[in-house]
C-alpha cells in the first residue's frame, strides 16, 4: 500500500472508465458499487458526474448522506470490481467479504478504497434522473492519490496508472 497525498482538483477524473463508487449510510455500513457512466463536469469549480440506478442500494445512501467517493480502478482489483458489481450491500457487507482495506475520507463521511490509486471525495450539489441513471454532480472537496504518482506541481501522472479496462 502506498502513501496518499493531497493532489490537484482541477482534472482529478481523468475521463476514463470504469470506477468504484464508495460510500456510507447513516447507519455508519459502508458499500462500494461499479460505475460506468462518469465524467468531468466542471473544472471551476472541480466537479465530477456519477451515473447510478436507482434501485441500486447505494442509490439511497448517496441521496440520503449528499457524499460519495469516486475511485478510480487499477487492473489489479479486476476480481473486486467484478464481485462488487454483481453482488448487492443489501444482502452482504461486500467490502469486508472481499478484505478491501478502506480509509477515511477527510472532507466526507465515507469510506476511500485504498487500494485505488485515485479516490475522489464529493459533495453532492445537485442531480438529474436522465432515464435510467440519476446522475449525481459532486463538487470535489479532497483528491487522495498514491504519493508516487503525484507530481511536484500536484498533478497526478496518470500514464503511471494501470486502469482496469472493460472489454
Same mark, same amino acid.
Given at each position: 500500500?502506498?502513501?496518499?497525498?493531497?493532489?490537484?482538483?482541477?482534472?482529478?477524473?481523468?475521463?476514463?472508465?470504469?470506477?468504484?463508487?464508495?460510500?456510507?449510510?447513516?447507519?455508519?455500513?459502508?458499500?462500494?458499487?461499479?460505475?460506468?457512466?462518469?465524467?468531468?463536469?466542471?473544472?471551476?469549480?472541480?466537479?465530477?458526474?456519477?451515473?447510478?440506478?436507482?434501485?441500486?442500494?447505494?442509490?439511497?445512501?448517496?441521496? !440520503?448522506?449528499?457524499?460519495?467517493?469516486? %475511485? &478510480? /480502478?487499477?487492473?489489479?482489483? *479486476?476480481?473486486?470490481?467484478?464481485?462488487?458489481?454483481?453482488?448487492?450491500?443489501?444482502?452482504?457487507?461486500?467490502?469486508?467479504?472481499?478484505?478491501?482495506?478502506?480509509?477515511?475520507?477527510?472532507?466526507?463521511?465515507?469510506?476511500?478504497?485504498?487500494?485505488?490509486?485515485?479516490?475522489?471525495?464529493?459533495?453532492?450539489?445537485?442531480?438529474?434522473?436522465?432515464?435510467?441513471?440519476?446522475?449525481?454532480?459532486?463538487?470535489? !472537496?479532497?483528491?487522495?492519490?498514491?504519493? %508516487? &504518482? /503525484?507530481?511536484?506541481?500536484? *498533478?497526478?501522472?496518470?500514464?503511471?496508472?494501470?486502469?482496469?479496462?472493460?472489454?
Amino acid at each position: 500500500m502506498s502513501q496518499k497525498s493531497p493532489a490537484a482538483f482541477r482534472s482529478a477524473l481523468n475521463p476514463r472508465t470504469p470506477l468504484l463508487v464508495s460510500c456510507r449510510g447513516k447507519d455508519g455500513r459502508n458499500n462500494a458499487l461499479v460505475v460506468v457512466y462518469c465524467s468531468n463536469c466542471s473544472y471551476d469549480p472541480p466537479m465530477v458526474m456519477v451515473g447510478i440506478v436507482p434501485t441500486r442500494y447505494s442509490y439511497s445512501i448517496i441521496k !440520503e448522506t449528499g457524499v460519495f467517493v469516486a %475511485n &478510480l /480502478v487499477p487492473a489489479s482489483m *479486476k476480481e473486486a470490481f467484478d464481485y462488487l458489481g454483481s453482488h448487492s450491500g443489501r444482502d452482504e457487507d461486500k467490502l469486508a467479504k472481499l478484505g478491501l482495506k478502506l480509509g477515511e475520507g477527510v472532507k466526507v463521511n465515507a469510506p476511500i478504497l485504498l487500494d485505488c490509486p485515485v479516490s475522489i471525495e464529493c459533495r453532492v450539489t445537485d442531480s438529474i434522473r436522465t432515464g435510467s441513471h440519476e446522475m449525481f454532480v459532486g463538487k470535489i !472537496e479532497y483528491v487522495h492519490a498514491d504519493s %508516487n &504518482l /503525484v507530481g511536484p506541481d500536484g *498533478k497526478i501522472d496518470w500514464s503511471a496508472i494501470d486502469f482496469l479496462r472493460l472489454a
